[in-house]
């Protein structure tokens, strides 16, 4: 059965200006996001997964743009959404958790005083009636101890229970997309499972639909339905998640899948090939954005007009030398 | 005798005024002792918080004990004369998690590798130049990064100039304190590796700490579970990484995620035995 | 977008409006027989309390003297005074700060006990009290305001340095085997150094204004020599029949303090420390 999606990017574009000219950042990028569907974002530092989610939100710092593309949030074009429906959409229609609660929440408010003010500016309902919500929603995120926990200051939590408490808060207003931008990575292995978890189960429970981003293979490979692995801005491969990783077709992606450490201890070679360079991202048209560090570069990759092309069912790979 | 040798370590901290309200006593380290010999790599894992920063600030002669001792080449870190102890801190460096803030961004890349070699070396300025792009090489950077300054690095390439400047004086010892936990995970490997064979070609050891057992078990030869300020329990043959008993340790195992997509994803989740600490 | 453009044009302009005054004051209080028409102590009382005239392009005050040759004189006593107050001031701060925030232990505590006392008393009436005890004169306020004024300063220099030691990049000088006074001098004075240069062009107005206001109390510059708050003062009786005499003293103070100020803000913004 085919899924009306909530969430639809098409050919997003985005530049951002900086001092020594103009960078483009996200390059065509395209995909949707169904209900209770998780669709995770791979990729290193600088490749464009965060501007992407501050797009989604219009949340983008004055010095980026989107120059082309469309962003549809169910029939809404959320890029000429007025500043007004575009904050009520925010929190309430799509929410966003950060990669380090700390900074998410105020050190001088209590949890309490968090969760209450942010139900109240959402919903009508008295305080009193949110403080038993709020109760009723740290409950349900398996939180120890919430009438306890609601008194408490940020500082006096831990990284992680911060952030299942920001989960927490983010679906007492029952979105219908979360994003999560790397929600674990500033957080200490034991906590990155009772994340995962929680967001599983939230999507099975509200059926809300999560783009999750992370450097982290593991964390997508446990969560994620559809993958895309972006690098130097673009998509360079979209697939189902079993697809990606049992036949990675886009040299990049071989080498992010081939340098997971895992519990074994083999040496992982591969990684070597790859250049320490980061790509050039200033004016780049019609080059393989990974063409500096692949392995099987080679003359064809050069002015060749490159299309994420289907190579098999729903598996699509930005490469010339692909299928 | 080990190379380093800790014994019976505490650390108390003092939050909050001392005179007005109430004082907030934390324990970052307690009794802990720890034999580090030559040429291994020990990894020190735990949650943060469980005091391993703070013991590698301890061990570097940064922060005093308030009880124990630390002996580095058979000698007490803390009981020695300023030039004693300038001379040992030549064998005993550090590469710290974040990359960005441990290099000064006034300085070109020349000056901060050169930094160690000026104060333990007298070298004219064309030896240091040849000796500084030496190490540039060996780390993988190329040699016109010598004049550029750090915001024009990435954080791998950044945590390569932290190595080069820990390696410049040959040291004994390296602390890597969560040196690669904040890169991304290519660069992980890559700086991993890089360790690994610089471990190889100086006779290097390491203490690496850090809150990632994939990290540690990777590069490590032996390991120790921190936990509230303790040593919970140690393992002297990585290959038994699976028989670690202790609840800690084994919440630490099962907190890393299996490398592929399975059948029944985020089942180890539901079957993961709940551990109340 | 619009509203980030238009800040930004409006602070480069102020930013120029702000150093051609500080550059131009500068100037004059550095050439000031080269600008001045006139000698500024010349008394000729057939002269006195003259409207504008070829000779007296201001006019005259109540001994005949010429008010826009003592105002450029002015220009440079006033100022003069102020940068020498600073630099002593940064003399004893910079290294008394340096060496709190660093070393820390039972310097630091005593060195933050003597702030305690001093910052409970109002820094103004602190200096009236202290010329007071020395007696007035150019020397003695120059004393009592870097007396004054520098526990304020090496307290904040304190702070700077503190926030600079914990930084991973000195603790990792020390492990190199850097010596204290090279970190010092290699590491943290680089870091701290514009930000004080920032304090001191923002506070330089301040100064100014502090001695104006001494000087017109009779407790600072002595007569003859000219000084804007000294020309105040004797100008204050015959307010009525020529209120220019006030004013154009007035307006240097003000322009000077002002234009400080926004040419310390604009070196903030230029150097950007908060970004950094």
Redesign the interface.
């Known amino acids: 059965m085919e899924q009306q999606p909530i969430l639809t990017v098409n050919k997003l574009n985005i530049d951002v200006s900086t001092p020594h000219g103009v960078t483009q950042v996200v390059r065509d990028v395209s995909f949707k996001i169904e209900a209770g569907k998780v669709f995770g974002f791979v990729g290193?530092?600088?490749s464009g997964k965060t501007m992407t989610c501050m797009s989604l939100l219009n949340l983008l710092p004055g010095e980026a743009k989107v120059v082309k593309g469309s962003i549809k949030f169910r029939n809404k074009d959320i890029l000429n959404c007025s500043a007004k429906d575009m904050r009520k959409a925010r929190g309430s229609e799509i929410a966003m958790i950060m990669q380090n609660p700390m900074t998410a929440f105020n050190p001088v408010r209590t949890i309490g005083r968090h969760f209450i003010e942010t139900l109240k500016t959402h919903l009508p309902i008295t305080k009193q009636q949110a403080r038993t919500m709020a109760i009723a929603y740290l409950e349900k995120a398996d939180l120890p101890n919430p009438e306890n926990l609601l008194k408490q200051y940020p500082f006096q939590l831990?990284?992680g229970m911060l952030q299942r408490v920001m989960i927490a808060i983010t679906m007492s207003l029952n979105p219908s997309i979360l994003i999560a931008d790397e929600p674990t990575t500033a957080l200490?292995?034991?906590?990155?499972?009772?994340i995962?978890?929680q967001l599983?189960w939230l999507r099975k429970e509200y059926d809300t639909g999560i783009l999750l981003v992370s450097?982290?293979?593991?964390?997508i490979?446990?969560?994620a339905d559809e993958v895309a692995v972006m690098y130097g801005g673009y998509i360079v491969e979209k697939a189902p998640?079993?697809k990606l990783?049992n036949r990675p077709m886009h040299p990049y992606t071989r080498?992010?899948l081939e340098?997971?450490?895992?519990?074994t201890?083999r040496?992982?070679?591969s990684?070597?090939r790859?250049s320490?360079?980061?790509p050039n991202l200033i004016n780049k048209e019609n080059t393989c954005p990974f063409f500096e560090r692949c392995e099987d570069a080679d003359h064809t990759c050069v002015n060749d007009n490159l299309e994420l092309k289907e190579c098999e069912k729903d598996h699509l790979v930005r490469c010339v030398k692909s299928g | 005798m080990g190379l380093l040798e800790l014994k019976s370590i505490k650390k108390t901290y003092f939050l909050g005024s001392s005179v007005w309200g109430k004082r907030k006593i934390v324990e970052a380290v307690k009794n802990v002792s720890l034999t580090l010999e030559e040429g291994v790599c020990l990894g020190l894992v735990g949650?943060?918080?469980s005091g391993k920063s703070t013991l590698g600030?301890i061990l570097?002669?940064?922060e005093k004990p308030d009880q124990g001792e630390v002996w580095f080449q058979g000698r007490n870190l803390y009981n020695l004369k300023a030039k004693e102890l300038?001379e040992l801190?030549?064998n005993?460096?550090?590469v710290?998690q974040?990359c960005y803030?441990?290099?000064?961004?006034?300085?070109t890349v020349g000056e901060i590798i050169a930094?160690?070699l000026r104060?333990?070396e007298r070298l004219t300025s064309a030896q240091e130049k040849k000796k500084v792009q030496e190490f540039l090489e060996i780390v993988?950077?190329c040699l016109e990064d010598i004049h550029k300054y750090p915001h024009h690095f990435?954080?791998?390439?950044l945590q390569?100039i932290?190595i080069a400047?820990a390696i410049a004086?040959k040291p004994k010892l390296i602390i890597l304190d969560e040196a690669v936990s904040a890169l991304?995970?290519?660069?992980?490997?890559?700086i991993l590796?890089l360790l690994?064979q610089l471990k190889e070609e100086f006779q290097l050891s390491y203490l690496f700490i850090s809150?990632?057992?994939?990290?540690v078990?990777?590069i490590a030869d032996r390991l120790a579970v921190m936990y509230k300020g303790e040593v919970v329990e140690r393992l002297d043959d990585?290959?038994q990484?699976e028989r670690l008993e202790h609840p800690v340790s084994k919440?630490?195992?099962?907190?890393?995620?299996?490398?592929?997509?399975s059948g029944e994803?985020?089942g180890?989740?539901n079957n993961?035995t709940k551990i109340s600490l | 977008m619009l509203k980030n453009v238009k800040r930004q044009l409006l602070s480069h302009k102020l930013m120029m409006i702000s150093s051609m005054i500080v550059f131009f004051m500068t100037l004059l209080a550095l050439l000031a027989p080269f600008f001045a028409p006139n000698d500024p102590n010349l008394v000729d009382i057939t002269h006195k309390l003259q409207g504008p005239s070829s000779k007296f392009p201001l006019g005259t005050d109540h001994l005949g003297r010429d008010i826009l040759s003592r105002l450029i004189y002015g220009t440079r006593t006033s100022l003069g005074t102020a940068f020498l107050v600073m630099g002593l001031t940064m003399m004893i701060s910079i290294p008394l700060g340096i060496y709190a925030g660093f070393r820390g232990g039972w310097g630091d505590y005593l060195f933050m006990r003597i702030c305690d006392i001093l910052m409970a008393f109002p820094s103004f009436l602190l200096s009236l009290a202290l010329i007071g005890i020395l007696g007035p004169g150019l020397v003695n306020l120059i004393l009592a305001m870097v007396l004054v004024q520098w526990v304020f300063y090496a307290r904040v220099i304190r702070g700077m340095v503190l926030s600079v030691k914990e930084?991973?990049?000195v603790?990792?000088?020390?492990?190199?085997?850097?010596?204290r006074l090279?970190i010092v001098i290699?590491?943290i004075l680089?870091?701290i150094i514009s930000q004080v240069a920032v304090l001191v062009f923002m506070d330089i107005g301040g100064v100014v204004l502090a001695i104006s206001g001494l000087s017109f109390l009779g407790l600072g510059i002595q007569p003859p020599g000219a000084e804007w708050g000294m020309m105040i003062n004797d100008s204050k009786q015959f307010f009525r029949n020529a209120p220019s005499l006030m004013l154009y003293p007035g307006m240097m103070i003000l322009i000077v303090v002002v234009a400080f100020n926004l040419f310390g803000e604009a070196l903030r913004d230029a150097l950007d420390l908060r970004r950094?």
Do not use: W
Request: glycine fraction near 8%; proline fraction near 5%; charge should be positive.
């Open positions: 290193e530092s600088g831990s990284g200490d292995a034991t906590n990155q499972l009772q995962l978890q599983n450097h982290d293979l593991g964390v490979a446990q969560l998640v079993f990783f080498v992010l340098s997971r450490l895992g519990l201890r040496k992982i070679k990684v070597q790859v320490v360079s980061s | 949650e943060s918080g600030k570097l002669g940064l300038k801190r030549r005993l460096q550090v710290f974040d803030s441990a290099v000064n961004p006034r300085l930094e160690p104060n333990y993988g950077l990435s954080g791998g390439q390569r932290n400047r004086l991304d995970v290519l660069v992980q490997v890559q590796n690994a809150h990632d057992l994939q990290a078990n990777y990585m290959e990484l919440k630490l195992l099962s907190s890393v995620l299996p490398p592929y997509p994803r985020l180890i989740i993961m | 930084q991973n990049f603790l990792a000088a020390k492990v190199c085997g850097t010596s090279v290699k590491h680089p870091a950094e």
